[in-house]
């Protein structure tokens, strides 16, 4: 004879319980970052996409959004300051 109705039962409740406990963990783990876009979609995705140039008077890592841009010679330059664009230009013109 096997294990009574009751504890069958129970057995299915717990099981049902870790696998939903495990769908819970699976999706915080890998969910996190998803939860950040859809809260700040703009923000989240501009830090995650920003691009550094390079500044090429001091050599300093810009983001491009708050660079000084500048351009030369038909090439786009970006500045960490107006003081080094103004300088690069001075130098190189
Ligand atoms: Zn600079």
Redesign the pocket.
Known sequence: MGPPVCLRMIRLVIAGIIVYVIYRLSRFLFAPSEKILKSHPRGASRIKGEELVK?P????Y?PVSSAHKATLNGETLY???R???E??MKENS
Not at 57 to 60: D, K, L, P
Request: one cysteine or more.
């Open positions: 500044d008077c001091c050599g300093t810009v500045f960490c300051s003081e080094c664009l300088k690069y």
